[in-house]
């Protein structure tokens, strides 16, 4: 996948230019796949460049939708696997905690 991404961020990079929404969405799709891989460094950079791109055209935008913001405020959210407030980092398939 890595190498198709790059061809579509080089064409994009050059019909479209650096920070045009779609390029930056390819920039972001590239991050999540080398978070995947674990080649956390270039992920870092890549979202860093994707989140710059982004509040540089629209400040103070963030690359999370506004459909999906709300998961962010959820102690435990989404954000950290299982979706359910309380529970973060236990995975979909964990027991629920026992009554003491």
Known sequence: AEPLYRRVLD???EQLGARHTD????????AALADKQ?????????YRRALDGR????????????EHAHLCAQPGGAARGTGRPGQAGRGRDAAPPRAQ
């Open 38 to 46: 674990g080649k956390l460094a270039d992920a870092e950079r890549l």
């Open 55 to 66: 509040e540089e055209r629209e400040p103070g935008a963030t690359l999370i939708s506004h």
């Open 23 to 30: 390029t930056l969405t390819i920039v972001h799709a590239l």
């Open 11 to 13: 064409g994009r990079e």
